[in-house]
């Protein structure tokens, strides 16, 4: 078969599933391009009445949602840098060292994962009230680490397995020390693995609402998805134009960044192997 | 996470062998000791007040009253809904991970070949997972609307009798559309997992077989799929974990009506938390929740275990 | 390894205790306010009120957080709950008392300015009183009405606006059956006052929610008479279609694009057609009656909260905030109707016939009664009312039920 006839048929077989996907984003599109009197009208379009884009200008000008997303951005690079900082030594010490209760740890990470911080909030909250750390970037930076920093160590320990033992023992035998050893040798190894890491704690950092709403109660300290949450929450006008121009800009750098990385990530990936 | 890297405990041990990383287990401590104050500080706390409030008789702000023993929990399992609300979180789960993984297979195997394009449609199938699920689910709200939504407008300019259609009326429908949104946002996170384990699949197994003559599906049965399966049960234990806490997609798109007829688990918590003001009770349904994910994680290592001392060694 | 990450969690706790003392030193007696939102203008309504009162008051400083409703209670349960409560806080009428049995609320009846209670409509502050305290003030009040399109009912060869629930259902179906895209009468059957919805219909039948007995009268026959009433419309398809799935928002998108003919709601919807359905030419006129008139009165209460150490301060910002000219500013803004006497005579609600209608029907006005376990009743009720309205259950049965658990939920104190 050749490459074009094959190349054909993979995406006549995938483009079900790519239309469902498109599905949303053209809807969401085709929204934030209407005016506010277009969205619910007799004769409903595709398209906008003319190309209008006042919504994005009333986002950023009147809405402040460009400080939204500074705070969402904060908070995601803060959260990912604070879990990779705990679990990088962790799933290290977890794979090339004996760690005392090495399985009730890793057990214990498991479960941490199996709850929904939902059902945690009101202890969560009162717990960084009682600290005074309501309404600080910190607290949700914090608050994500330790949620998403089970999954990190998790990936991390099955990246560290893969790395042959014998290229860092070489390296101690030349007299490097156990932490140059890491940081000349292992850690430029499994950049893939801590790179792929960083992405998932970030995009799911970026994505989170429950914590992000409870814990920051200022409106300049909201991130992005809970002002657009707010968009809904008004009494007689859901401001879908709004709603879809911000939830568009909102995805747009997840998206570039898996755009990006996307080879990486599935490399990334395979390297993590868990065989 | 043990539950997950199940047969890698054969190769660190081997490592332990070989190597001399017996050394100091203080350092190994220190090295665990962050990670380990961060969760228990963070999580251990509200795991711990969610606890407490399930055996004891709590205000709506709040206010620890006397002690009740088992008598939240006994009100929660004598409130019909709520045990209406666990079949349909087991329907739920089983339907969202089932098609989730039944969706995300032949999509990695496709965008593991290569083909012209690729890397655009790996980025498109990625996509669902670049928003947050609150606004993939508000945006399916309005997709989905019966007068206005894009999604009648379509099939209805395909000439298709849908017109206004009320998607979120009927509560089985409701509950198909949360369930295939549910699969839409898995499916990005199972197929980079797939993916990942197609392309550490070594070529020459698949040379040696065509060698043998055995044709694409032989190889897919037998090669392909034994070799990915471990890739699988991450995938399913993951999304098994992630779905059954899932809660805006439902909660957005019909809020667990008609009737309660699509409350999960997670919603009808939320409501005796916050709407009805049963912090109580609704302490005792996390902890049920927390129960029944512990006794599936139980009953998933059990397995594993007895399959890894069958296959593995 | 080791010691950069020590650093980084002393820096860590450094930015918690920097963010702690910024928290922690007030130089005035600072009253933190929390509103929800009706539109987009109620935030900074109340931001607007809080600069001008600040001016004003040198040793106050009012701080307002404004949020989207939906959020408010699960938001103001934390809060209280973890002692970071603001002092004054908007809420429904219908939480408040659970909030006030609990403890959370101050009574504010010897914290109010002599005479201070004497400027409202009296029907609204009772409302906000429970064992012999006043537990707020009504920040909101509406009663609803019936929307027409004059268009579609013309087109339909209806002259007068339905007086009766018979009449309502003749224009339902004439309405109806003038195209696919256009139907007779909004029914809602899903979120937020769908049992509000309900209420209309039960009270015009002669219903009440709690009846002579101290039960719930969701059972009676007028309850059933009323279920009826509304299952006629939906068995001739004289509604919009899934109205299980319709929520308050949906019929009122549906009006504002000219797509329904009837439809019951409040005042707020006249600044929703203001914006998004310039074009529809609409009346407004009293909810149809079977044997009785009536309409659903509700209000919105904003309260000091217990563990304010300012209450004082508080009271004095709620007092400006009932001041008549900020009052009237706010109905105008957001389309309620007066609550202040001072108020009610004013042209804007007398001589507008967006407004009047809402004015006149409030000596019939019914209230919600207050009860700490109401949100769970309503969850029952309208559970109940969707198996009826989609036909999987009897009227009889279905209410029975709604009735029964709302009984269980009476007994329990």
Redesign the interface.
């Known amino acids: 078969m050749s490459?074009?006839r094959?190349?054909v048929l993979?995406?006549a077989?995938?483009s079900p599933?790519?239309i469902?996907?498109?599905?949303?984003?053209?809807?969401?599109l085709?929204?934030a391009l209407k005016q506010?009197?277009e969205?619910?009208?007799?004769h409903?379009?595709?398209l906008p009445r003319e190309f209008y884009l006042g919504n994005f200008v009333e986002l950023f000008v009147d809405r402040n949602f460009g400080r939204a997303l500074v705070n969402s951005l904060t908070i995601s690079v803060g959260a990912t840098l604070?879990s990779l900082?705990?679990?990088?030594?962790?799933a290290?010490?977890?794979?090339?060292?004996?760690?005392?209760g090495n399985?009730a740890?890793?057990?214990?990470?498991?479960?941490?994962?199996?709850?929904?911080p939902?059902?945690?909030?009101?202890?969560?909250?009162?717990?960084f009230?009682?600290?005074?750390?309501?309404?600080?970037l910190?607290?949700v930076i914090?608050?994500h680490?330790?949620?998403f920093?089970?999954?990190a160590?998790?990936m991390l320990?099955?990246y560290f397995?893969t790395i042959p033992?014998d290229l860092e023992?070489a390296a101690w035998i030349d007299g490097a020390s156990r932490?140059s050893a890491?940081?000349r040798i292992f850690l430029p190894l499994c950049l893939p693995g801590v790179v792929v890491t960083a992405i998932f704690t970030f995009?799911n950092s970026?994505?989170?609402?429950?914590m992000s709403?409870?814990l920051l109660?200022?409106?300049s300290q909201q991130t992005a998805?809970v002002q657009?949450?707010?968009l809904?929450?008004?009494?007689?006008?859901?401001?879908?134009h709004l709603?879809?121009a911000a939830?568009l800009i909102?995805?747009?750098p997840?998206?570039v960044v898996?755009?990006s990385i996307?080879?990486y990530?599935?490399?990334?990936?395979?390297?993590?192997?868990?065989? | 996470m043990s539950a997950i890297d199940s047969s890698t405990p054969i190769r660190t041990a081997r490592l332990r062998r070989s190597g001399t990383a017996q050394s100091n287990s203080l350092f190994a401590l220190i090295l665990v000791a962050p990670c380990l104050l961060l969760s228990v500080t963070v999580i251990g706390y509200p795991i711990f007040d969610v606890i407490r409030m399930s055996v004891f008789d709590v205000s709506r702000i709040g206010v620890v009253r006397e002690f009740a023993g088992f008598g939240n929990f006994i009100k929660t399992f004598s409130d019909p809904v709520f045990v209406q609300a666990c079949w349909q979180t087991l329907v739920w789960t089983v339907a969202v991970v089932g098609g989730t993984m039944l969706v995300s297979i032949p999509i990695a195997l496709i965008l593991n070949e290569e083909f012209y394009g690729r890397t655009i449609a790996r980025t498109i199938v990625l996509l669902p997972w670049a928003i947050s699920l609150a606004m993939t689910a508000v945006v399916w709200r309005y997709v989905v609307n019966g007068d206005f939504g894009t999604l009648n407008m379509t099939l209805s300019a395909l000439g298709l009798p849908f017109d206004g259609y009320p998607w979120l009326a009927d509560a089985r429908m409701a509950f198909t559309l949360e369930i295939l949104v549910g699969i839409l946002v898995s499916v990005p996170f199972t197929v980079t997992i797939l993916l990942g384990g197609l392309t550490s699949i070594p070529d020459t197994l698949y040379e040696a077989s065509a060698m043998d003559g055995a044709r694409a599906l032989h190889s897919l049965r037998y090669i392909t799929m034994p070799l990915l399966w471990p890739f699988m049960q991450i995938a399913i234990v993951l999304n098994v974990i992630y779905v059954f806490n899932s809660f805006p997609i439902i909660w957005i798109m019909t809020n667990g009506g008609p009737s309660n007829r699509t409350d999960i688990l997670i919603t009808y918590i939320y409501k005796q938390a916050f709407a009805f003001g049963k912090l109580g009770n609704a302490a005792a349904g996390s902890v049920i929740m927390f129960a029944m994910l512990l006794v599936f994680a139980v009953i998933y290592l059990y397995l594993t275990k007895a399959r890894g001392a069958r296959d593995d060694v | 390894m080791a010691k950069r990450l020590l650093g980084a969690l002393i820096f860590g706790s450094a930015v918690a205790m920097a963010a702690l003392q910024t928290t922690s030193t007030w130089a005035k007696d600072v009253v933190r306010v929390r509103v929800a939102e009706y539109s987009t203008k109620t935030g900074p309504f109340f931001q607007g009120l809080a600069e001008k009162f600040n001016a004003a008051n040198p040793d106050i400083e009012v701080k307002v957080e404004h949020l989207p409703w939906p959020e408010m209670q699960q938001q103001l349960v934390s809060d209280i709950s973890a002692g970071t409560a603001p002092d004054i806080s908007h809420m429904a009428t219908r939480w408040m008392a659970g909030f006030a049995k609990d403890g959370a609320l101050a009574p504010i009846e010897s914290l109010m300015s002599p005479g201070f209670a004497d400027t409202f409509v009296p029907t609204y502050l009772d409302l906000q009183k429970q064992e012999g305290h006043t537990w707020g003030l009504p920040i909101a009040a509406s009663a609803r009405g019936m929307f027409y399109n004059k268009k579609l009912l013309e087109k339909a060869g209806i002259t007068n606006p339905p007086k009766t629930w018979d009449e309502a259902f003749e224009a339902a179906k004439k309405i109806d059956a003038l195209g696919d895209d256009i139907y007779g009468m909004g029914m809602q059957g899903k979120d937020l006052d769908t049992e509000g919805y309900w209420f209309y219909s039960l009270w015009t039948h002669g219903g009440a929610i709690i009846g002579p007995d101290g039960k719930s009268g969701f059972a009676s026959p007028e309850a059933v008479a009323a279920t009826r009433n509304y299952l006629r419309f939906i068995e001739a398809k004289a509604t919009q279609p899934g109205v299980t799935g319709s929520s308050r928002e949906d019929l009122q998108n549906l009006f504002a694009a000219g797509k329904l003919g009837i439809v019951l709601s409040g005042p707020w919807l006249n600044a929703q057609m203001a914006e998004q359905g310039k074009d529809i030419d609409y009346g407004i006129s009293q909810i149809p009656i079977s044997t009785a008139s009536a309409t659903y009165g509700v209000t919105d209460t904003i309260s000091i909260l217990e563990t304010s150490k300012v209450k004082p301060q508080a009271m004095k910002f709620l007092e400006y905030i009932f001041s008549k000219e900020n009052r009237l500013e706010f109905g105008k803004l957001e389309g309620f109707v007066p609550v202040l006497k001072s108020e009610s005579t004013e042209p804007f609600f007398t001589d507008n016939p967006k407004m009047a209608v809402f004015l006149e029907m409030g000596p019939v006005a019914k209230f919600a009664p207050l009860f700490p376990r109401w949100e769970e009743m309503a969850d029952g009720l309208k559970s109940e009312l969707a198996k009826i309205y989609a036909g999987e259950a009897t009227p009889e049965a279905g209410l029975q039920a709604a009735a029964e658990k709302m009984n269980a939920l009476l007994a329990e104190k």
């Open positions: 490459k074009a094959k190349s993979c995406w077989a995938l599933f790519l469902v996907v498109l599905f949303p984003y053209l809807t969401m085709s929204t506010k009197d969205i619910f009208t007799f409903r379009s595709w604070l900082a705990v679990a990088i030594p962790a290290y010490a977890l794979t090339r060292m004996r760690v005392p399985s740890l890793t057990n214990y990470l498991l479960i941490t994962q199996m709850i929904s939902i059902v945690l909030i009101i202890g969560l909250f009162r717990m009230a009682y600290f005074g750390l309501i309404n600080s910190m607290s914090i608050a680490s330790a949620f920093m089970a999954f160590v998790w320990k099955s397995a033992k023992e932490f890491f940081v995009v970026w994505n989170e609402y429950a709403l409870t109660r200022d409106v998805p657009i949450a707010f809904t929450g008004t009494l007689y006008q859901i401001e879908w709603i879809m939830t909102a995805s747009v997840v998206a898996f755009a996307q080879r990530l599935i490399g990334g990936m395979s390297l993590g192997g868990v065989k």
